[in-house]
Every structure is written in structure tokens, then in C-alpha cells.
T-cell receptor, first 112, second 111 residues
Framework: DVKVTQSSRYLVKRTGEKVFLECVQD?????MFWYRQDPGLGLRLIYF???????EKGDIPEGYSVSREKKERFSLILESASTNQTSMYLC???????????FGQGTRLTVV | RKEVEQDPGPFNVPEGATVAFNCTYS??????FFWYRQDCRKEPKLLMS???SGNEDGRFTAQLNRASQYISLLIRDSKLSDSATYLC????????????FGQGTELSVKP
């Protein structure tokens, strides 16, 4: 079974803090994704990566950056957390283009 | 216009009913299509892929109409355990393999 693991289930951070969300997959997948999910807005793509050290902006990259130094790990960074970044963050991976994605359990981030 | 659109519902149906969800997508270059299921406060999980010829998995049937850019999911003989949000997902190669989600359709199956 594919396993996508996110480092935290719940996180509370203060406004202005730098926040790191970590995601690891164990199936040698090429593609990795970061989404945020908000009520009424669905899942919105923040960034994705199709190879080590490669990254592409999604639909809402502002206020975020990512890092993919190793194939199995994709990190989402909030440079200076703000209250409007309070959300559920979901990491996913897929074997290649056109294949289904598998999700981690999500990180519920609250910025106070 | 959103890239992937779904009726958000909620759909409230009795056990045993047949229910159909629809989804439209705007990019004609889209290559692959999926239905995901998401339970409350859980991550989305793949329900089924959608093929051009249509496909069936037990009580679930998915259809794709490329000409109309339309995807459907039919659930027959609904069970209480089918209550969830159903997400339509589209993958477009020319955007580097970006997976785009619809907002989801909420289904509630009542006894």
C-alpha cells in the first residue's frame, strides 16, 4: 500500500512565524502535490513537483514556497504565517502523469 | 469559469436509491479523470478512475463524454456507508500533470 505521511495532524502557530509542513511518500512516486482545503472552496493546488528539485506553481502559491531535495520528501513552507493561512493542508503523491494521487492524512493548521 | 465544476449538493436520499453526480471540465486537453471519496475530516481516497469506454465497479458506474466535457458517477442501491463527499478530479498533461479538483458533491443517505 502507498503511504503518504504528513509530519503533524494539528498545528497552532503565531502570526509571522515561519512554518514547515513535511510530507514523505514511500512508493518512489515522481509527482508530489500540496493542496489546501477550505469550506466552500474545495481543494486548491498550492505547488506541485514532478521531479527532485523541480517545482511548479499551482493556483494559489502566494505566501508559500516548497522544497524537494529528495524524491520522497516534499516540504511546504509558510514564510510568514498569517491568519488567512489557517486551513487543512493535504499532501499527495502520484506515480507519474495521468495516474491517481494518494493523500496524506492532512495537517490542520491554525494561525493565531 | 472554474476548471472543474460540480453541483455541491447536498443530495439527501433514502437507502436503496439510485443517485447520479455530474461534473464538467473546461480544458479540452484533459487526459485522465477520477472520482474520489472524502469522509468527514479525512483525506480524499480514490473511488475509481474514469475511462472513455465507461467503467463499473459493483454498485458504482462512471462515464466520460469527451465531446461534452462531462463526467458522471452513478451509485445504485445506496447504502448508509455511501454518505460522503464525492470529488471529481481532472488531470491535464500540458500543465505538467496538475490534478484539478472539483468542489465536491455531498451525499447523505438516510435510513
Amino acid at each position: 500500500d502507498v503511504k503518504v505521511t504528513q509530519s503533524s495532524r494539528y498545528l497552532v502557530k503565531r502570526t509571522g512565524e515561519k512554518v514547515f509542513l513535511e510530507c514523505v511518500q514511500d512508493m518512489d512516486h515522481e509527482n508530489m502535490f500540496w493542496y489546501r482545503q477550505d469550506p466552500g472552496l474545495g481543494l486548491r493546488l498550492i505547488y506541485f513537483s514532478y521531479d527532485v528539485k523541480m517545482k511548479e506553481k499551482g493556483d494559489i502559491p502566494e505566501g508559500y514556497s516548497v522544497s524537494r531535495e529528495k524524491k520522497e520528501r516534499f516540504s511546504l513552507i509558510l514564510e510568514s504565517a498569517s491568519t488567512n493561512q489557517t486551513s487543512m493542508y493535504l499532501c499527495a503523491s502520484s506515480r507519474q502523469v495521468n495516474t491517481e494521487a494518494f493523500f496524506g492524512q492532512g495537517t490542520r493548521l491554525t494561525v493565531v | 469559469r472554474k476548471e472543474v465544476e460540480q453541483d455541491p449538493g447536498p443530495f439527501n436520499v433514502p437507502e436503496g436509491a439510485t443517485v447520479a453526480f455530474n461534473c464538467t471540465y473546461s480544458n479540452s486537453a484533459s487526459q485522465s479523470f477520477f472520482w474520489y471519496r472524502q469522509d468527514c475530516r479525512k483525506e480524499p481516497k480514490l473511488l475509481m478512475s474514469v475511462y472513455s469506454s465507461g467503467n463499473e465497479d459493483g454498485r458504482f458506474t462512471a462515464q466520460l463524454n469527451r465531446a461534452s466535457q462531462y463526467i458522471s458517477l452513478l451509485i445504485r442501491d445506496s447504502k448508509l456507508s455511501d454518505s460522503a463527499t464525492y470529488l471529481c478530479v481532472v488531470n491535464t498533461n500540458n500543465q505538467g500533470g496538475k490534478l484539478i479538483f472539483g468542489q465536491g458533491t455531498e451525499l447523505s443517505v438516510k435510513p
